[in-house]
Structures are given as structure tokens and as C-alpha cells.
Nanobody, 126 residues
Framework: QVQLVESGGGLVQAGGSLRLSCAAS????????MGWFRQAPGKEREFVAA????????DYTDSVKGRFTISRENLKSTVTLQMNSLKPEDTAVYYC???????????????????WGQGTQVTVSS
């Protein structure tokens, strides 16, 4: 069983930055693709970013491209989401997720992920 714990959320003004971290335990982290999702009140959980097992491939939803960067450190079993130029519409609970499958394509759907963290709140004020 894999446990994921997010940290780094908070309140920031528009244009500011936050760095989210996700610490994994209980599994072989270096084998998993990792992703970040977010869910705003009254909305469905949506894909934000994903990274493959080695860190060599990444994918982002269009609305965060050029502003957010996903990275990972396999020796530390952590994945990070650096968020710059934040906008009020980025306000949501952010979730870290792990995909233990070995498919080549990066997972971008909620159902493709096997394990989830509890989420961390990000609030961007205008």
C-alpha cells in the first residue's frame, strides 16, 4: 500500500508562487508515474500535471503550461509542483496521485491512478 502526503499549500496573492510537495511511502516510488490534480468547489477533479517514472517526460493541462513545473526525486520519494504566476482560478484542493501501471503513455485521467493523497488547499486572492 502506497501512502502519499502533500504539503506546501496556502494563501497567496495573484502573481505569486507556491511549491507543493508530495512524499510517498510504502511502495517502490521509482516505478510509478506521478500526477497532480486539483478540485475546486462544485467542480470535478481535473488533471494538472504528470511525470513519468524517470522524470524524463512530463505533461500539463493547457491552463498551467509555462507557469507550473512538475519534478521528482526518486531517491527521496518525492514529487514537486512548482507553481508560478498564480491566478485566482488556480484556487482548489491539490492532490498528488500515483499510477503503478507500466503503460508508456503518461496518465492524465483520474481513473488511471491507483493511490491518492489527502489534498492540500491552495487559495489565490485577487
Amino acid at each position: 500500500q502506497v501512502q502519499l502526503v502533500e504539503s506546501g499549500g496556502g494563501l497567496v496573492q495573484a502573481g505569486g508562487s507556491l511549491r507543493l510537495s508530495c512524499a510517498a511511502s510504502g511502495g517502490i516510488f521509482s516505478r510509478y508515474a506521478m500526477g497532480w490534480f486539483r478540485q475546486a468547489p462544485g467542480k470535478e477533479r481535473e488533471f494538472v500535471a504528470a511525470i513519468n517514472w524517470s522524470g524524463g517526460r512530463t505533461d500539463y493541462t493547457d491552463s498551467v503550461k509555462g507557469r507550473f513545473t512538475i519534478s521528482r526525486e526518486n531517491l527521496k520519494s518525492t514529487v514537486t509542483l512548482q507553481m508560478n504566476s498564480l491566478k485566482p482560478e488556480d484556487t482548489a484542493v491539490y492532490y498528488c496521485a500515483a499510477d503503478q501501471s507500466t503503460t508508456a503513455a503518461l496518465p492524465i485521467r483520474v481513473y488511471q491512478y491507483d493511490y491518492w493523497g489527502q489534498g492540500t488547499q491552495v487559495t489565490v486572492s485577487s
